[in-house]
């Protein structure tokens, strides 16, 4: 992702979400400068077809990079900054998992399948649901992902949490697309 931050107090945000980014989430940044203050790409942040970076860990980096410029424009209220999302990045080509990782990643997806299966609790269900539904998406089984987190969307409606349900429900429908 590459952020162009402009007005006042665009060094002084470029440094912070560096450390952010740096010290929270792994990743390097590369700052230049722009046109209209910084231009700053942080590597590594786009998820997609990623697999070891999930849609709630994007979800969270947002919402603290949307907090830290909230942080900035307290003391700088000039401040712009505009966010511009890379291409997916498409590997070369996948890489094979051999049979023994395969069939540990079975075994354990049918272990937590019939634990699922023997919860009770509907907000356990919910969450659970949404967990198995991330794991498997990000293996590429949308349709098996999509069971879980059909199941999650109910249980969240069952008691009757909206928001999440309505973010399940958002999964879904990307997953039609």
């Keep these: 992702m590459r952020l162009e931050l402009g007005g006042p107090g665009a060094a002084h945000a470029a440094d912070r979400i560096a450390r952010l980014a740096k010290d929270r989430w792994g990743l390097t940044a590369h700052g230049v400068p722009g046109a209209d203050g910084m231009v700053l790409n942080l590597v590594g942040f786009e998820p997609e077809g990623h697999p070891m970076v999930s ?51 079975v075994v354990a997806l049918s272990e937590a399948f019939s634990k699922f ?7 356990q269900i919910a969450e659970t649901g949404g967990f198995l539904g991330n794991v498997l998406a990000a293996g590429n089984l949308f349709d098996q992902a999509r069971f879980f987190f059909e199941k999650a969307r ?15 429900q958002m999964i879904l429908d990307a997953l039609e697309e």
């Design 154 to 168: 109910d249980m969240y409606r069952l008691i009757k949490d909206h928001e999440r349900a309505e973010a399940m």
């Design 55 to 105: 849609q709630s860990q994007r979800k969270l980096r947002e919402a603290e990079l949307a907090e830290l410029v909230v942080d900035v424009r307290q003391t700088h209220p000039e401040f712009k900054i505009r966010m511009v999302l890379d291409a997916p990045r498409v590997p070369d080509e996948p890489e094979e998992a051999t049979s023994a990782q395969m069939e540990e990643a």
């Design 117 to 123: 299966l023997d919860l009770k609790d509907a907000r």
